[in-house]
């Protein structure tokens, strides 16, 4: 006796709507561009001064440096807790949940790859119902959390990580996801995507 494995492809076996997507183009405030530029011209300064080899042996802090030019893009505060000013892409986000949550009164998610996102935007959607989901939760938190989402009408909002959010985890109550910065895990990315887009 061998064992077989019967593969059914999504699209083949149920009929779902096709996925939407929509590219939103933000320009950074001026101190924010100003931290990034510093960044991203010190990191091109460093990278075209290197040999391969020694890019090689130096990816490590190269991707490292670039990340930090992602989450200044993303938020300046989780680079420096000090920073005072209003992130880009969270005006833009106050636009989106203005539509999506206030006037059509549906459910969002908004991924994120940084905890001191998940605990900025929760704070700052406290008023309409926003949750977070990420690894700082427990797993029954986290189990609670979702099972609100799904059968509750709050929370409105789930600020989650991707990497959190894998397989089996079931969002349908949301049509729309934004996600503040993208995963550079490929798996995360998909799997966060398919969270919306099943049945329900």
Request: net charge positive; no cysteine.
């Amino acid at each position: 006796v061998q064992e077989i494995l019967l593969r059914r492809r999504k699209e083949n076996v149920i009929s779902l709507p096709e996925k939407t997507f929509t590219v939103r183009y933000i320009a950074l405030g001026r101190e924010q561009r100003k931290r990034y530029e510093e960044i991203t011209k010190d990191l091109l300064l460093r990278l075209s001064s290197l040999d391969g080899e020694t890019f090689i042996r130096q990816i490590t802090n190269i991707l490292e440096e670039y990340l930090r030019a992602v989450q200044v893009a993303s938020n300046p505060r989780l680079i420096d807790p000090s920073w005072k000013g209003e992130p880009a892409k969270y005006t833009e986000l106050d636009a989106i949940v203005n539509e999506v949550v206030r006037e059509k009164n549906e459910k969002l998610i908004v991924w994120t790859n940084f905890r001191g996102n998940v605990t900025e935007l929760v704070k700052r959607y406290s008023s309409i119902g926003a949750a977070p989901f990420s690894g700082e939760q427990t797993p029954a938190e986290r189990s609670q959390i979702l099972d609100e989402f799904q059968s509750t009408e709050k929370p409105k909002i789930l600020v989650a990580i991707p990497a959190a959010g894998g397989v089996g985890v079931t969002l349908t109550r949301a049509q729309t996801a934004v996600y503040l910065d993208k995963s550079w895990n490929a798996e995360h990315w998909l799997q966060s995507i398919d969270r919306i887009h099943r049945i329900s």
